[in-house]
């Protein structure tokens, strides 16, 4: 990602906010400029719940360039608890605990660092809930 | 220093990353005597000083129960910065909501540079000039391979937002008070991975001067003495120096045990008194005085003297207390520390 564009997304990624189509309703997550389903411009921002379950997972062991260092790494589809799912990487825990349906929350991690000079790109990933 | 009365903490939070590695683990790399503790925590690959602050920052937002727009400032107390110019500060205050009005930036003062920025916030909040105010200490240190520190070097942080009444304070700051001079104890240079030392030099003169310096000078300026206060919490870069600071200052194990994490967590650096006092403040009831007293090398100490407030009773639920993170853990072995750590070449 080039520092402008993370730099534009920090805030949506950094606290978890999507968008909301005024005209239909739907949410999306990441953001993009127009409704999804309906094609509508007229979009809200809106906070995403922070909490959810795994629907499905998967261990990636060989992953895309700059990923090298985390691999083996788990990616999930998780449904927040407002219904809004969200493809993401899941961490502090080993592939053999995984479980479908378990609790998940957001936290707050390096999600990509441009070698020894770059920036550090920070967001999201989900771990199980700590309560 | 005096402080204006109702003054205090409006919530607290701690973050502790997963990994620990045995002391005994390094050991049977490099060899070695005794080990000075258990066990250490130790950041995941993704995770770094930035992203501990966060998550104790965001934890005692929750716990304060306040907008974060009312927010004034955000210290990050670090000697383990990600970037060597960019504050870390801002990132937290974007992360929690917190931008665009507000004061940020990074305190350097070895293990003490979050009891510093306390300071700051309390000095911040008592004159008026901001509703809130947040001070974070959160280090994830290095201890060169096969060095003393190494067994203990950790990863962790607490963060602590200041208010005055009305605002609701779950512990109220009666006084504060520091004892720096210059000490050559320990130090990092610019560009250098892992710090220099003076081996015996860390104790009599740096950090036993200091701590008993600081506690003895804050409780001479407010009367009180050991007998006074219920717990109190030491920084603890091993298991020895705290317990021997209570001793010589005559306070009970029982007073400084509910605080001492370091066995099974290690020298978490700028995290390890505000963590301390987290812990102490996860278990103390109303009424119940604290002392607490960080040490930075360099060298310089931070005391300050608290009143649990009513409020603490309400919140205690509300988010993880740090024994959860202390029991949050999974094992690695020196490889995979290795790894985490950038320890091996590619
Ligand atoms: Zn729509």
């Known amino acids: 990602m080039s520092v402008p564009r993370y730099w534009r997304e920090t805030k949506y990624r950094y606290r978890l906010i999507g968008q909301m189509c005024a005209q239909c309703g739907s949410v999306m997550f990441p953001r993009s400029g127009v409704c999804s389903p309906c094609g509508s411009v007229d979009l809200e921002e809106v906070k995403l719940a922070e909490t959810g379950h795994v629907v499905t997972w998967t261990v990636v062991r060989n992953p895309p360039a700059g990923y090298m260092e985390y691999a083996p790494y788990l990616v999930a589809l998780v449904e927040l608890d407002d219904g809004v799912r969200v493809l993401s990487q899941l961490v502090d825990i080993e592939p053999i605990k995984m479980k479908t349906g378990m609790r998940v929350e957001a936290a707050f991690r390096r999600v990509k660092v441009d070698g020894n000079s770059g920036i550090i790109e920070y967001g999201y990933k989900f771990r199980p809930l700590i309560e | ?346």
């Not at chain 2, 490099?30 to 995941?44: F, L, Q, R, Y």
């Open chain 2, 1 to 346: 220093m005096k402080i204006d009365r109702g003054v205090g903490i409006v919530g607290y939070g701690a973050y502790i990353p997963m990994n620990r590695l045995r002391a005994s683990e390094v050991k049977r790399v490099w060899g070695g005597s005794g080990t000075p503790i258990e066990e250490k925590s130790v950041v995941a690959m993704d995770e770094d000083t930035i992203t501990i602050a966060v998550e104790c920052a965001r934890y005692a937002v929750k716990r304060a129960g306040i907008d974060p727009q009312e927010i004034g400032a955000v210290y990050v107390g670090t000697e383990s910065k990600p970037y060597a110019v960019k504050p870390s500060g801002t990132v937290v205050a974007e992360a929690i909501g917190a931008t665009p009005n507000v004061l940020a930036a990074d305190y350097e003062f070895a293990c003490k540079a979050g009891t510093e920025a306390f300071q700051t916030c309390i000095g911040l909040v008592s004159s008026g000039m901001m509703k809130y105010a947040m001070a974070i200490g959160a280090d994830t240190a290095q201890g060169r391979p096969g060095d003393a520190l190494e067994y203990t070097a950790s990863c962790g942080g607490a963060a602590y937002i200041f208010g005055k009444k009305p605002a609701r304070t779950l512990a109220e700051i009666e006084g504060s008070c520091s004892y720096v001079t210059d000490t050559p104890d320990f130090w990092r240079r610019e560009h250098e991975m892992y710090p220099r030392h003076g081996n015996r030099f860390t104790g009599e003169p740096a950090y036993f001067k200091h701590v008993i310096g600081a506690a003895k000078e804050l409780m001479g300026e407010l009367g009180t003495e050991a007998g006074d206060y219920k717990y109190a919490v030491f920084h603890q870069p091993n298991v020895k120096f705290p317990i021997k600071a209570a001793r010589t200052l005559g306070f009970s194990m029982d007073a400084i045990k509910p605080g001492l994490i370091v066995p099974f967590v290690g020298n978490t650096y700028s995290g390890s008194t505000p963590l301390g006092l987290a812990a102490t403040l996860d278990i103390a009831d109303p009424g119940d005085r604290i002392l607490a007293v960080s040490y930075g090398s360099g060298a310089g100490s931070d005391a300050f003297s608290l009143t649990v407030q009513d409020a603490i009773t309400n919140d205690r639920r509300l988010e993880p207390a740090v024994s959860r993170f202390v029991d949050r853990k999974r094992y690695i072995d020196y490889s995979v520390y290795s790894k985490l750590r950038g320890k091996i070449v590619k």
